[in-house]
């Protein structure tokens, strides 16, 4: 009964090991959803498999702003969690309170949004702003 106990500890720890290593750090997928794309010079975005957009710098991997997110047809649909610290205070509140709806339309190496409907007058220019392009890890 003791050799079975210990193999399936073993196994366990082996499966374990795999899942995290499948959804760790390093391991995202790099274009897709989930995925991780370019924001330009300064950002990056990256979609988990939990439904969380999180959107950082690329010099010091802070978050500047977490979403959930949907994608559907090609169309994401946002609603903030935790809004841009420089956006004022009830604007960060239409962003939490109100999701903002955007097309995804195919560029070479990603898409473009183009907002459908978002009441919050800040976070369309935010998301507009750049091409969401297909991140290239660093060397």
Partial sequence: MNKFVAAAVVALGFASVAH???????????????GLYDLGPAGRATFPHDGYLV??????????TV????VTDQVLKVKMVSPPSFV??????CMIDNPGV???VD??????LKVQEDPCA???GLMQRTPWTDYKRPE
């Fill in 67 to 70: 979403m959930e997110y949907e």
């Fill in 55 to 64: 959107i950082s710098l690329k010099s010091s991997d802070a978050a500047i």
């Fill in 102 to 104: 955007y097309e995804m």
């Fill in 20 to 34: 995290a290593d499948h959804h760790g750090r390093g391991k995202e997928q790099l274009n897709g959803f989930p």
């Fill in 122 to 124: 800040v976070r369309p």
């Fill in 107 to 112: 560029i070479e190496n990603g898409f473009r």
């Fill in 88 to 93: 004022p205070a009830a604007l960060q509140q």
